[in-house]
C-alpha cells in the first residue's frame, strides 16, 4: 500500500509559469522531507517540514506542511529549464529509518 | 558533488554472474541504506543498516546479499540475478543517533546511483 500520494503524476510547462504540487497521506506525519531527482542521478533533499501550518522557502520553491500534518505543497513561481526532475515527498517510520517515498511528480519546464 | 560515492556507475552482468556494488560515505552517518528504483517509479526501500548491523530487511530475495564492513562502507552482492532486477540501485545514509538519543529526521543523502543491466 503507497502511504504518500502525489499530484500531478506528470506537468509539462513553459518556463516563467507557476506551479504546485501535492503530497497527500491518509495518516499523520511528525516530518517530510522533499526531494528532487534528475535524470540518472540520486535524489537530492530540498527541505524538510516538521510543524504543521510551517512554511519554507527555498528561492523560488515554497514549501507547506498542512495544519493536520497529512499532506503538503510544493509551489514553484516563475518555472525554470533548471527545475526539471522528478519531485518526491518523502516520511520516515520506524524510528525514521523506514523512509519511504511518494508516487512522484515528474515535471517538464520547457524554454 | 555528492558526499555518497558509487561503483560502478554502469554494471552489466549475465543471471550467472557474481558482482558486488559498493557505497562509501564519510560524513559520519551511522544508518546507510539500499534503494531499488524502476523507470519513471520511486525509489523502493531494500536494506537498512543502523551501526553496522542489519535492521530492515523489505522481504529482499536472497540472490541480493548486502553487507556493511564498516561504518563508513555498504555493499550489495549479486548473484543469480534476473532481468526484472534491472534497475537503478541507490545508496544513501543519514545521521541515526546521537548519544543513545535519536537524531534521524529521515533526510537521506544519496549516490549517484549503480545502474544494472542484467541480461
Known amino acids: 500500500t503507497q502511504l504518500l500520494e502525489q499530484s500531478p503524476q506528470f506537468l509539462s510547462i513553459q518556463e516563467g509559469e507557476n506551479l504546485t504540487v501535492y503530497c497527500n497521506s491518509s495518516s499523520v506525519f511528525s516530518s517530510l522531507q522533499w526531494y528532487r531527482q534528475e535524470p540518472g542521478e540520486g535524489p537530492v533533499l530540498l527541505v524538510t517540514v516538521v510543524t504543521g501550518g510551517e512554511v519554507k522557502k527555498l528561492k523560488r520553491l515554497t514549501f507547506q506542511f498542512g495544519d493536520a500534518r497529512k499532506d503538503s505543497s510544493l509551489h514553484i513561481t516563475a518555472a525554470q529549464p533548471g527545475d526539471t526532475g522528478l519531485y518526491l515527498c518523502a516520511r520516515g517510520l520506524g524510528g525514521y529509518q523506514k523512509v519511504t517515498f511518494g508516487t512522484g511528480t515528474k515535471l517538464q519546464v520547457i524554454p | 558533488d555528492t558526499e555518497v560515492t558509487q561503483t560502478p556507475k554502469h554494471l552489466v552482468m549475465g543471471m550467472t554472474n557474481k558482482k558486488s556494488l559498493k557505497c562509501e560515505q564519510h560524513?559520519?552517518?551511522?544508518?546507510m541504506y539500499w534503494y531499488k528504483q524502476k523507470a519513471k517509479k520511486p525509489p523502493e526501500l531494500m536494506f537498512v543498516y543502523s551501526y553496522e548491523k542489519l535492521s530492515i530487511n523489505e522481504s529482499v530475495p536472497s540472490r541480493f546479499s548486502p553487507e556493511c564492513p564498516n561504518s563508513s562502507l555498504l555493499n550489495l552482492h549479486l548473484h543469480a540475478l534476473q532481468p526484472e532486477d534491472s534497475a537503478l540501485y541507490l545508496c544513501a545514509s543519514s545521521q541515526d543517533r546521537l548519544a543513545g538519543r535519536p537524531t534521524n529526521t529521515g533526510e537521506l543523502f544519496f549516490g549517484e546511483g549503480s545502474r544494472l543491466t542484467v541480461l
Open positions: 560524513m559520519g552517518h551511522r544508518a
